[in-house]
């Protein structure tokens, strides 16, 4: 049953430029939702959270929407480095986390 | 602190032996999870112990997977009788009770397993 789903596999934007992942669930009992990132041969790092009871987080270059009507979020990169580069994935918690399949974001120079 | 360590980092072996990985998460959390990763895929949930208490396992971990947190520290894993379908990588995480229950878990970087 995948719960936390992430239907676009990879996404290039220019350096500069905004960057949009997105992410649907079906579950609306998770309370949080929270987007890591992955370097090659690297765990998941945490990037930004956002409770259920809020709909936006901001923090710094990186902003965290969210829709609980659509069961949607996304995550805004602004402006997208190429060190954004990675694999991101979206995760929502409850008792367990469970995480979407990644978006892999290439940000080119 | 080193954050959390997983070793091996990558184990080969044949089908039908057994596999153990170990996990050492960051000292001063009590939670500690593991998670199974496969190509093209977001990590899995397995199991879940806060201290030496194993408190939820997926339906993923068949009966050939165990878990053990013997002292609340160090965590291993151990797949027995392995399957080429085992082939991933085996992803351990930690939390602390002490941080707002965001869920943020603090990864390992893997431990790859391919089964011949």
């Known amino acids: 049953d995948q719960q936390v789903k992430q239907n676009s596999p990879s996404l290039s934007v220019q350096e500069g430029r905004i960057s949009i992942l997105n992410c649907d669930y079906t579950?609306?009992?998770?309370?949080?939702f929270l987007w890591y990132k992955k370097y090659p041969a690297e765990g998941p790092t945490f990037l930004i959270s956002i409770s259920s009871i809020k709909d936006k987080n901001e923090d710094g270059r990186f902003t965290v929407f969210l829709n609980k009507s659509a069961k949607h979020l996304s995550l805004h990169i602004v402006p997208s480095q190429p060190g954004d580069s990675a694999v991101y994935f979206c995760?929502?918690?409850?008792?367990?986390?469970?995480f979407g399949a990644g978006t892999r974001l290439t940000v080119k120079p | 602190d080193t954050g959390v360590s997983q070793n091996p980092r990558h184990k080969i072996t044949k089908r039908g032996q057994n596999v153990t990985f170990r996990c050492d998460p960051i000292?001063?959390?009590?939670?500690l999870y593991w998670y199974r990763q496969t190509l093209g895929q977001g990590p899995e949930f397995l199991t879940y112990?806060?201290?030496?208490?194993?408190?939820?396992k997926s339906r993923l971990l068949s009966d050939r997977f165990s878990a053990e947190r013997p002292k609340g520290s160090f965590s291993t894993l151990e797949i027995q009788r392995t399957e080429q379908g085992d082939s991933a990588m085996y992803l351990c995480?930690?939390?602390?009770?002490?941080?707002?229950?965001?869920?943020?878990?603090?990864f390992g970087e893997g431990s790859r397993l391919t089964v011949l």
């Open positions: 579950n609306s009992m998770f309370d949080y």
């Open positions: 000292s001063e959390h009590n939670r």
């Open positions: 995480a930690s939390s602390s009770r002490l941080t707002p229950n965001t869920g943020e878990l603090f």
């Open positions: 112990f806060q201290n030496e208490a194993q408190l939820e």
């Open positions: 995760a929502a918690n409850k008792w367990d986390m469970r």
